[in-house]
């Protein structure tokens, strides 16, 4: 399933256990409300390696990364400097 990308348009927090033990490997989020739904799964998706994110992003960054993610791409939408700080020092450490 790592060959597989999923597109979320509209998700919610059942739909996102669902993907807790798969090896998802690009995983597209549509808006904003899906990236936060997802921020408690992300980290252990261990075969992720492309993540595409969609929406406005205000506030901090509180998404913990996989160390398995290569590459963050930012499709549409806009975030507050604050939120593209705090997640450019989680991608450092």
């Known amino acids: 399933m790592s060959n597989i990308e999923i597109l979320v348009d509209s998700g919610s927090k059942e739909l996102f256990e669902i993907f807790r033990d798969t090896s998802i490997g690009i995983l597209d989020l549509r808006t ?10 992300l980290p252990i998706l261990i075969k992720l390696e492309k993540l595409y994110l969609w929406g406005t992003f205000m506030s901090r960054c509180d998404l913990q990364m996989p ?8 499709k549409t939408g806009e975030c507050s400097s604050e939120w593209l700080c705090s997640l450019l020092i989680k991608l450092v450490h």
Do not use: G, Q
């Open 32 to 41: 904003a409300d899906c990236v936060s739904l997802t921020s408690e799964i």
């Open 67 to 74: 160390s398995s993610l290569k590459r963050i791409s930012f």
